[in-house]
């Protein structure tokens, strides 16, 4: 397990969001259920970031906005940051739409089946079931079973989790959000970030499940 080194192979898959992927290089991933943002909250948050973007010589539209912006001045980055990327997840943990996974018997759902292959298909360092949302950093063993793998848990939490509602249809949504770990230091901050979102969203026990590896600990 790895923090990013450009100087060894890695692979960069276009979807409607770019997912950069290397080898054994702990990624922090993150999906929202598809209710987790209302949206007029999300049509002022696009259009400030696609003017932020332009202002600094990047096109929203374009396909690799992320990697653009990756290649900005550290400071540049530190301001989209503060100014957009913690607005976005302060968005996530004002707890909007049915926050099913508030429910422990269905984030139990969505724990297992994080870990059911750990240690196998992938290595999971941590992660946290929100009412709306899952943070996670994971590492795998090759480029294209980062895509693969998340298919596939999302599939399957989905499919059991519409089951016990007694429902069909959309539940996450499409494109989830993930980010190669750069540096040591940025993985102990994502750790510390997994580790208190439940405080930060002023969340009870039993309304998340939170899992870390270090200390072997898995509670709500």
Known sequence: MQTFDPNQEFAVFERRLPHWSQAG?????????????????????QKDRDAWLQQH???PN???????????DAKL????????SDRWNDNLDACHGACV?????????????????????YEITDFVVMPNHVHILVAFPDERTLLA?????????????????????????QDGFDHLVRSAAQF???????????????LAVGEYVYYS???SSRGA
């Open 101 to 121: 996974l508030r429910r422990p018997e269905l984030s139990k759902i969505a724990a297992d089946s994080l870990l059911y292959f750990d240690g196998d298909r």
């Open 188 to 202: 102990e901050y994502l750790q510390r970030y997994i580790a208190d979102n439940p405080k930060r969203a002023n």
């Open 213 to 215: 590896k270090a200390n």
């Open 25 to 45: 290089t702990v990624t922090f991933i993150t999906w929202r259920t598809w209710d987790s943002i209302p949206e007029k909250v999300l049509r002022g948050w």
């Open 62 to 72: 374009a396909a690799n906005w992320t990697r653009q912006l990756d290649q900005l």
């Open 77 to 84: 980055v530190q301001e989209f940051k503060r100014l957009l």
């Open 149 to 173: 793998q998340c298919e596939s848990w999302k599939h399957f939490i989905a499919t059991n989790i519409n089951r016990s509602l007694g429902r069909k249809g959309r539940f996450w949504q």
């Open 57 to 59: 010589g990047i096109n």
